[in-house]
């Protein structure tokens, strides 16, 4: 706040501020009138297989209307079940019957809230057995059957296909990209179990990999510019560290625009006099 910084918008996790008053929304004010938003929540289980929580939903509501954010978004995850919240983004088989339920709480998000909203992939670490379709395609019927948009978290697909052994740049290819209205980059690390077989963690503690900027390169030529957010949730540095990378996303951003409009040159052919 004493030295504005000059990027795009900022980010909020919604539940850190479904309350009235105090701090978090006196500095988010005075955020808010230099910056858009956008609101990112994290606890409304669209995947869970109970009803969603209409106080949950109606606090949503109340944050969107007092903020007006340029996007808000969920994820195609669950925490919650049988009136316990748990801290974590769950896995979801994919299936038929988890289809219908997670159109079935995207639609009353949707009619609720008045807005469209953006579901993220995630990134996953097991596999269910049960599932029929494989995650482009679940979330491609889900973003077909509901008219959601999907928010692209690159971190995410190439966390996931390193766990289950996939090409990250196919995998992208095979997403809806149509649909994408935002892109999140984030850090990720790695861990080992006792056999010493490799996990990727999507942790947002570090810098983002290099693979990962080649991927969000390669999303960008499919996608065009798009708003792009540096996640950064543990072991955050400086600002002028973040800003620093957050120009890297900016540079690729400009490059991807620079070759749109060259194409775009490329194509057009003036009618005959």
Not at 94 to 106: A, K, P
Request: some cysteine; overall charge negative; glycine content about 6%.
């Amino acid at each position: 706040m004493a030295q504005p910084p000059d990027i795009g918008f900022f980010e909020i996790h919604a539940e850190n501020y479904l309350v009235d008053g105090g701090p978090f929304h006196y500095y988010l004010e005075r955020i808010r009138e230099n910056y858009p938003l956008s609101i990112h929540g994290v606890a409304l289980s669209i995947g869970g297989e109970e009803a969603l929580d209409e106080a949950h939903l109606d606090a949503l509501d109340r944050l969107l209307q007092r903020y007006q954010p340029q996007a808000f978004s969920e994820h195609l995850a669950w925490s919650s079940h049988g009136g316990s919240y748990l801290n974590d983004l769950l896995p979801l088989a994919y299936n038929r019957e988890t289809l219908m339920r997670v159109c079935r709480h995207i639609d009353q998000t949707q009619a609720r809230l008045k807005r469209r909203m953006l579901l993220e992939n995630p990134a996953t670490y097991l596999e269910f057995a049960e599932s029929t379709m494989d995650e482009a395609f679940f979330i491609s019927e889900i973003i077909k059957r509901t008219g959601c948009g999907l928010l692209l978290d690159v971190n995410n697909v190439y966390v996931s296909c390193c766990n289950h052994q996939r090409d990250p740049a196919l995998t992208l290819r095979a997403l809806p990209l149509h649909a994408v209205s935002e892109i999140h980059l984030a850090g990720h690390s790695r861990q080992y179990d006792a056999q010493g077989n490799p996990l990727w963690i999507d942790d947002h503690g570090a810098d983002v990999d290099p693979a990962v900027w080649d991927l969000y390169q390669r999303t960008l030529a499919l996608t065009g510019p798009m708003p792009t957010l540096l996640e950064r949730d543990n072991n955050i540095p400086p600002l002028d560290t973040l800003l620093a990378e957050a120009q890297i996303a900016q540079t690729q951003l400009q490059r991807a625009q620079h070759n749109t409009q060259r194409r775009q040159a490329a194509t057009y052919r003036p009618a005959p006099p």
